[in-house]
C-alpha cells in the first residue's frame, strides 16, 4: 500500500527565517499535492506537480518534485505568521486526482 | 473558483439518531466527490468516492450501511451517518473534483455524537 512520509512532524520557527517540509513516497507519483489546513477547518489547495523535476511558486511558497517522482519538498522563504498552520501532502498514485493518500501533516508554528 | 461547502459546519446528536451532511461544490460541476474523516491531530483517511449517478466506492474498513452516501447532481453529494453513536464523532471533510486533477476541500463538518 501506498506509504506517504512527511517531515518534520512539527516545526517552530522564528519569524522571517525560511523553512522546508519533505514528503516521501514509497512508490512513484502521478501527482503530488500540497495543501494547508487551519486546525478545525478544511485544506486549501496550494500547488499539485506531476512532473519529474517539477517545481512551482506562490508568493514565498516554493514546491518541488524529484526526477523520480517520489519526493517533494515545499519551502517557505521569509515565513509570516499568516503562513501557521498544518501542511499536508497528498499523493495521487492512480492518476487524474482519483484518489489521494495523504502525509501526515507538519505543524507550523511562527514565532513573532 | 473552485469553492466547495458543507453544511452544517457543526452538528451535535444523541445516540441513535441518524445526520446528513452536505457538500456541495458552488461553482464548478464535480464529476467526483470524496468523502474523508479526519481524527484530531490526525490526517485525513478516506472513506469513499462518489460519482455522479452511481454507487460510491468504499475505502477498506468503512461500513457502506452505516455512512450512506448520495451524490444525486454534479453539485451535490451527502453523506449520513446512520444510527449515530460516539465512535463516530470525528471532522468530516469532503471534496470535489471536477475537469482539473485537483480535489478541492470543503471547509468540513464537526460532529459530536453524545
Known amino acids: 500500500s501506498q506509504e506517504l512520509e512527511q517531515s518534520p512532524q512539527s516545526l517552530i520557527v522564528q519569524e522571517g527565517k525560511n523553512l522546508t517540509i519533505n514528503c516521501t513516497s514509497s512508490?512513484?507519483?502521478?501527482?503530488l499535492y500540497w495543501y494547508k489546513q487551519k486546525y478545525g477547518e478544511g485544506l486549501i489547495f496550494l500547488m499539485m506537480l506531476q512532473k519529474g523535476g517539477e517545481e512551482k511558486s506562490h508568493e514565498k511558497i516554493t514546491a518541488k518534485l524529484d526526477e523520480k517522482k517520489q519526493q517533494s519538498s515545499l519551502h517557505i522563504t521569509a515565513s509570516q505568521p499568516s503562513h501557521a498552520g498544518i501542511y499536508l501532502c497528498g499523493a495521487d498514485t492512480f492518476g487524474g486526482a482519483q484518489k489521494l493518500v495523504f502525509g501526515q501533516g507538519t505543524r507550523l508554528t511562527i514565532n513573532p | 473558483g473552485a469553492v466547495v461547502s458543507q453544511h452544517p459546519s457543526r452538528v451535535i446528536c444523541k445516540s441513535g439518531t441518524s445526520v446528513k451532511i452536505e457538500c456541495r461544490s458552488l461553482d464548478f460541476q464535480a464529476t467526483t466527490m470524496f468523502w474523508y474523516r479526519q481524527f484530531p491531530k490526525q490526517s485525513l483517511m478516506l472513506m469513499a468516492t462518489?460519482?455522479?449517478?452511481?454507487?460510491?466506492?468504499?475505502e477498506q474498513g468503512v461500513e457502506k450501511d452505516k455512512f450512506l452516501i448520495n451524490h444525486a447532481s454534479l453539485t451535490l453529494s451527502t453523506l449520513t451517518v446512520t444510527s449515530a453513536h460516539p465512535e463516530d464523532s470525528s471532522f468530516y471533510i469532503c471534496?470535489?473534483?471536477?475537469?482539473?486533477?485537483?480535489?478541492?476541500f470543503g471547509p468540513g463538518t464537526r460532529l459530536t455524537v453524545l
Open positions: 471534496s470535489a473534483r471536477g475537469q482539473t486533477d485537483t480535489q478541492y
Open positions: 512508490k512513484t507519483l502521478y501527482g
Open positions: 462518489s460519482n455522479e449517478g452511481s454507487k460510491a466506492t468504499y
